[in-house]
C-alpha cells in the first residue's frame, strides 16, 4: 500500500517555474514506477512525465518536452516534477501516481495509486 501527497501547486504568471512534490508513505517507494498526470477541466487526464523505479530513461508529453521534469528521491521517498516556461494551457489538476512496476506508463489505467491532486493555474 501506497500513500501519495502532492504539494507546490498554485497560482503562477506564464513563463513562470514551479516544482511538485509528491510525497509517498508506505514500504518499496523505489520499486514504483511512477508518473505524474494531469486533468484540465472537461478534458480527460493524461499524462505528463513518467519514470522508472531505479534509473532507466523518463519519458515526457510532447507538449511539455524541454519544459518539464520528473525525478525521484528514493531515499525520501518523493517524486518531483519541476515546470519551466509555464503556458495558460498547463492549468490543470496534477497528480502523481504510482505503479507497482519497475517500469513506467503512460497510461493511466496501469497505475494502481493516486494522490488527491494539486491546482496549477498559470495566468496571463
Known amino acids: 500500500q501506497v500513500q501519495l501527497v502532492e504539494s507546490g501547486g498554485r497560482l503562477v504568471q506564464a513563463g513562470g517555474s514551479l516544482r511538485l512534490s509528491c510525497a509517498a508513505s508506505?514500504?518499496?517507494?523505489?520499486?514504483?514506477?511512477m508518473g505524474w498526470f494531469r486533468q484540465a477541466p472537461g478534458q480527460e487526464r493524461e499524462v505528463v512525465a513518467a519514470?522508472?523505479?531505479?534509473?532507466?530513461?523518463?519519458d515526457y508529453a510532447d507538449s511539455v518536452k524541454g519544459r518539464f521534469t520528473i525525478s525521484r528521491n528514493n531515499a525520501q521517498n518523493t517524486l518531483y516534477l519541476q515546470m519551466n516556461s509555464l503556458k495558460l494551457e498547463d492549468t490543470a489538476v496534477y497528480y502523481c501516481?504510482?505503479?507497482?512496476?519497475?517500469?513506467?506508463?503512460?497510461?493511466?489505467?496501469?497505475?494502481?495509486?493516486w494522490g488527491q491532486g494539486t491546482q496549477v493555474t498559470v495566468s496571463s
Open positions: 508506505g514500504r518499496f517507494f523505489s520499486i514504483y514506477g
Open positions: 519514470i522508472p523505479a531505479i534509473g532507466g530513461s523518463t
Open positions: 501516481a504510482a505503479r507497482y512496476s519497475y517500469s513506467h506508463s503512460h497510461v493511466a489505467g496501469e497505475y494502481t495509486y
